[in-house]
């Protein structure tokens, strides 16, 4: 008896396990893209969807009047550039920014 509790309690515990890594974690800050995924994304003409469907998920700070920013990077020497995307609330990319050079944080001292 205690070996069927203990097969069950080891069975249980390697379920929950998994169910735990599969869960999808959240968009790392700022996803990472190439130069040409940056220059495709065009104003007026990419939307939400096309920008899920070739770059994925981002961090994003939605509005309440519907518009929202999305921030990509692109590696560069020495750290990487943060790429800004301004959507309206039809969401179709109005405005698309590039900063130049963030350099990668440091670690506290």
């Known amino acids: 008896m205690r070996a069927a509790a203990a097969r069950c309690a080891a069975v249980l515990a390697a379920a929950l396990g998994l169910a735990a890594c599969a869960q999808a974690p959240a968009a790392p800050p700022g996803t990472q893209v190439t130069a040409g995924q ?29 518009v929202e920013t999305w921030l990509y ?24 920014r590039r900063r130049a050079h963030i350099p990668p944080s440091q670690p506290a001292s």
């Open 38 to 66: 940056v220059r495709a994304i065009l104003p007026g003409q990419c939307t939400r969807a096309s920008l899920l469907a070739s770059l994925g998920a981002t961090r994003k700070v939605a509005f309440d009047n519907g």
């Open 73 to 96: 990077q692109l590696a560069v020497p020495g750290g990487f550039d943060e790429i800004v995307v301004l959507l309206d609330a039809q969401g179709v990319v109005r405005k698309v």
